[in-house]
């Protein structure tokens, strides 16, 4: 057994105390021991939780903290421990907000019968491919069979030659500048010329003057002005004219680059990068020549509408997701979903949601880090900032190439279906010592259920999940019927998930059309344009919180959730939205969240941690006495998040007006 870290509470003398703290949670969390496998899991986390990751979403919440979070629901002191399979077998468990799956997946494990509700039609669809039961050897089956007929058909438009000894073999990825002008004419840019730091110090560059692939510090003697100028990023003018360089935004955006060097691997030779030949670019002009000719339905199914996100595209002139993809690319991705109907349904569902997890490497938008010293050769992928960037080195990848490189269908295969799939008949967890960590196999323990469709079949046997989506403010349920409540509310501001997610729905619902509902109401999504400024986080946050609340257990149901941000409206938004629901605060706990060196919050004043929160409905009679405090510690990420989550509990208890909840908050952060 381990024990548990107690947290001193700011508790009044309650007699009716000992009832409160029936459930292990309400008075005691591991703090010590989620933080240190949250600072192991932030850095890697789709390698410690693979079954999750089949499809792309975001800001998604360590594992092993919701493990721990729902370790102390467990009553039987002997099932605990973290690393002891089962303990919430007979109880219910509810995410209305399950983004990416991961309370479904953690409280399965433990033998729970699991809820999970989210608006966008993603979430579903990935919750229900991870967690179903299917035999990997049928899932290998389909897609050897479905990835032989794209090679069969598609990897001529990918051929090839070896620079050194003329073998044919297949481009790995092509690198493309992009196109812009100034009064002289027109140039490209490129985020360097430098395309690889070799590891004894050597480079591999191209020649700005004539676009030549050169090694080490030889000098190309090419005349001046014998081709397009290339020129790296962070120059704004044209020296010669001194005119601002400017971009084409008529012209539809994968045709505002063009190829400057072809990737490849050699069975002689290995890697090389060489400057495309006269049969290269025919690839790409044979695939540019019928891209019209393919027919993805009506124009209208990819015109981008402006969001928060989406409408950094527009501004760009881009107005269909169609025009962010190679034409080698979009003729993969039209034979991919030819294919789809052959399938059985989940094997379906599993391939179309391999394909369109692969978009975010294989788009337009991927840009090229391989000049890195560190990590040569890697895609920079679409969402690598939470955002849509425009990269002036853009790489196009080869989703066949037939190895397990990144982006690749091969790759992605292994690690998101074949990997997790092990995994889940046989899920591991990190035990930690001195620092380092070591890999132990929990006996027993299955990620995987089976679905059900009607509430009263969750009533009986263990690891049966119900998915639902919609709107969680009216989930269907009855009332008192579920026993927890866990799950992590989108972020206040900054991530619209609902948004940046069309990147992917427009495909998914060309590869299964049929598998959910994918014209829905985002006024009802707090997480979409409106968030900021308007209270849709509180009316949207507030009516899911009073849904939890009639569906919830009165006696001994808990709703518990992680939660974290600067801005004083997103406390006060939450404040609000719990006490419109008649929620009161037992306790709450701080524990590592994020990786500090992740890309999106690098060199940003962004917090590390999330405060857990852990609320019952009023109705328990759980009367906490908060203590309001004077001050917020904001030089500390984790004191920041207890002082703030201390100060949500004392609020939660007063009748303060909605205008003085927000300008207290504004009083305590700003």
């Known amino acids: 057994m381990r024990a548990s870290c107690q947290l001193s509470l700011p508790f009044s003398s309650d007699p009716t105390l000992g009832d409160c703290r029936a459930l292990p949670i309400d008075s005691q969390f591991d703090i010590v021991f989620a933080n240190t496998l949250a600072k192991f899991e932030s850095y890697n986390k789709h390698l410690y939780r693979p079954n999750t990751y089949l499809h792309k979403w975001w800001a998604r919440r360590c594992g092993s903290t919701f493990r721990l979070i729902l370790k102390h629901l ?204 006269s049969d290269d670019l025919s690839c790409i002009a044979r695939a540019n020549a019928v891209r019209t000719d393919l027919n993805f339905g009506p124009p209208s199914d990819f015109a981008i509408e402006p969001g928060p996100k989406s409408a950094d595209l527009v501004r760009r002139g881009i107005t269909s997701y169609l025009d962010l993809f190679s034409s080698r690319q979009l003729l993969v991705l039209r034979r991919a979903i030819d294919l789809m109907p052959s399938f059985d349904p989940l094997i379906r569902l599993n391939l179309a949601l391999l394909v369109s997890t692969s978009l975010e490497f294989n788009s337009m938008l991927c840009g090229y880090k391989g000049s890195h010293q560190r990590r040569p050769g890697a895609i920079r992928h679409t969402f690598s900032h939470h955002a849509y960037s425009f990269p002036y080195t853009a790489l196009e990848n080869n989703l066949l190439f037939p190895e397990k490189a990144s982006g690749t269908l091969q790759g992605l295969f292994h690690t998101r279906i074949r990997r997790a799939r092990r995994w889940a008949l046989q899920p591991k967890e990190r035990l930690i010592k001195n620092s380092s960590s070591q890999v132990v196999p929990l006996q027993g323990e299955v990620d995987a259920g089976i679905e059900v469709n009607r509430f009263a079949d969750l009533r009986s046997g263990t690891r049966r999940f119900l998915l639902i989506q919609g709107s969680s403010a009216s989930l269907g349920l009855e009332n008192d019927s579920v026993d927890f409540v866990v799950t992590d509310p989108p972020y206040f501001d900054s991530v619209q998930y609902s948004d940046l997610a069309t990147f992917f729905r427009v495909w998914l619902k060309q590869l299964v059309p049929a598998d959910a509902q994918w014209d829905y109401n985002l006024a009802e999504s707090a997480v979409d344009q409106h968030t900021n400024g308007k209270g849709q986080y509180t009316k949207v946050l507030s009516a899911i919180f009073a849904e939890c609340h009639r569906i919830l257990r009165k006696d001994r149901g808990r709703l518990i959730f992680t939660f974290h941000h600067w801005n004083p409206k997103g406390w006060a938004a939450l404040t609000l939205a719990l006490r419109q629901a008649r929620f009161v605060l037992l306790n709450r706990y701080v524990v590592h969240s994020e990786n500090p060196i992740s890309v999106h919050i690098a060199n940003l004043k962004a917090l590390s941690h999330d405060a857990i929160l852990v609320l019952a409905p009023v109705e328990a009679g759980v009367a906490r006495q908060w203590e309001f405090p004077t001050a917020i510690n904001k030089s500390d990420s984790l004191r920041f998040c207890e002082d703030c989550a201390t100060a949500l509990g004392w609020m939660l208890s007063t009748n303060f007006g909605d205008a003085e909840v927000e300008q207290r908050w504004r009083k305590l952060l700003e």
């Open 74 to 277: 467990v009553q039987d002191e002997f099932q605990r421990d973290y690393y002891t399979p089962g303990g919430l077998e007979g109880k219910i468990i509810l995410d209305p907000m399950m983004g990416g799956g991961t309370t479904l997946h953690e409280a399965i494990r433990l033998g729970a019968n699991v809820i999970g509700a989210d608006i966008d039609p993603i979430p579903v669809l990935q919750a229900r491919a991870t967690l179903s039961d299917i035999p990997l050897r049928h899932v290998e089956t389909a897609f050897d069979e479905f990835y032989r007929v794209l090679r069969d058909e598609l990897v001529s438009y990918f051929v090839t030659h070896c620079p050194a000894c003329g073998q044919s073999t297949e481009v790995r990825f092509t690198l493309y500048g992009l196109r812009r002008r100034c009064a002289c004419g027109p140039a490209l840019f490129v985020d360097s010329t430098v395309l690889r730091h070799e590891s004894d110090g050597s480079t591999t560059h191209i020649c700005p003057r004539c676009h030549a692939i050169g090694h080490n510090d030889e000098a190309c003697h090419c005349p001046s002005g014998s081709g397009t100028p290339l020129i790296e990023k962070g120059t704004k003018s044209c020296e010669t004219c001194g005119a601002s360089y400017q971009d084409d935004y008529e012209t539809p955006y994968y045709a505002r680059y063009a190829p400057l060097a072809i990737v490849g691997q050699c069975t002689h030779h290995g890697l090389f990068f060489a400057q495309p030949t």
